[in-house]
């Protein structure tokens, strides 16, 4: 079984091109279920047909369907109401009734990735296409099981002697959000496409994506730059003259984009709009030719790695930073806190280095690069 997340910045063309994988997967015989989670839920204009929250027959072997926490809060999720409310009793809250549960910050998110994860493991499907919100949320969505989990596994400690049913609650749920992360950081079950216009600030942000990504240890199966104008080998005239210099620009920014051993598809701008399984795969062929869709990228380095040097040790974070990013650097008790553009990670320090002390830490396009060295008394 895989899951394939489509992202990119809002109006890069992430939905078509997540449907038009879709219906190529299931015209080659693969049971495939495409959701979206974005909640401007434009899947079904892509597809041209209606769709619901739960999935409906597309073609032979193509499923779909719009995720929407309300309706999972609403209807699917009294478990999950009975376990929160018992927990806000269990702090001397109010029980929280499905409208108030909608507006939490994060619930509808996790609410969203983990009916992802449900469907995913139903057995029904071979491949679970999903068609994400715009970076910035998905981003938010992919962080949310390690930070809520994080979150509840510190408070849970901190929880008195008399709530320790709530304790045992918080422990449950952080446990399954953990199972959770699991599923997206593992590599030969989930993978990223990158979706993105070759324009320079769209790039960028892709760049800053790339490395927010790495952090969480989520891995990257492609990126793919959308739209681009044809070639004007032989025309002539003012219009043909637009396009050359229009695409000329558009090849100097994927020469500038540093991608790494992240493959990249190219996909030029089409006549007309893919509506309609037909139109997506034509746009599909375009996209992989006769590539497999669901080839694994062979996963990097380790995100981290520690090398003894004398009485130091070196820990090496291997991750794409973009020349311009922004770092910043802390120790937090056992855990090293790292921010790249705004993007933050705690990780857990092996108990080797919980002795020592930082006293240098370089960057480089590869990564950043962090000196311990022993505390002495």
Not at 233 to 240: E, L, S, Y
Not at 363 to 374: C, E, M, N
């Amino acid at each position: 079984m895989r899951v394939l997340l489509f992202t990119g910045k809002g109006g890069v063309g992430k939905t078509t091109l997540a449907a038009a994988t879709a219906a190529l997967l299931a015209g080659r015989g693969q049971r495939t279920l495409v959701v979206s989670t974005d909640p401007a839920h434009s899947l079904a204009d892509a597809l041209a047909v209606p769709l619901g929250p739960r999935p409906s027959p597309v073609d032979t072997a193509l499923h779909a369907a719009h995720i929407d926490a309300r309706t999972l809060v609403d209807h699917s999720w009294p478990a999950l109401r009975e376990h929160l409310g018992r927990f806000a009793a269990g702090l001397g809250l109010a029980a929280l009734d499905a409208e108030e549960l909608t507006v939490l910050p994060g619930v509808d998110e996790m609410l969203a990735l983990t009916e992802v994860a449900r469907l995913a493991r139903t057995g029904e499907w071979d491949v679970v296409v999903v068609d994400c919100g715009p970076t910035a949320e998905t981003l938010r969505l992919l962080a949310l099981p390690e930070a809520i989990a994080a979150y509840l596994d510190r408070a849970r400690v901190r929880l008195v002697a008399d709530l320790r049913a709530v304790a045992a609650m918080a422990a449950d749920l952080a446990a399954h959000l953990a199972d959770l992360r699991s599923l997206l950081t593992d590599p030969a079950t989930t993978g990223v496409r990158l979706v993105f216009t070759p324009e320079r600030l769209v790039a960028a942000e892709t760049r800053r994506t790339l490395a927010a990504l790495a952090l969480r240890d989520i891995h990257v199966d492609a990126l793919i730059a959308n739209r681009l104008v044809p070639r004007a080998r032989r025309w002539q005239g003012p219009a043909a003259a637009w396009l050359r210099a229009r695409r000329s620009e558009q090849d100097a920014v994927l020469s500038d984009l540093d991608t790494g051993s992240v493959p990249l598809h190219l996909v030029e701008h089409l006549a007309h709009e893919p509506v309609g399984t037909t139109a997506l795969l034509d746009l599909a062929t375009h996209l992989y030719g006769d590539k497999d869709p669901l080839t694994i990228r062979p996963p990097g380095p380790p995100l981290l790695s520690i090398t003894p040097d004398g009485p130091d040790h070196l820990l090496r974070l291997t991750l794409p930073l973009p020349e311009t990013a922004t770092l910043d650097l802390a120790r937090i008790g056992d855990d090293l806190a790292i921010t790249i553009d705004g993007v933050r990670r705690l990780i857990a320090l092996p108990a080797l280095l919980h002795p020592h002390t930082i006293t240098v830490a370089e960057s480089d396009p590869t990564g950043l690069l962090v000196r311990f060295a022993p505390e002495h008394p």
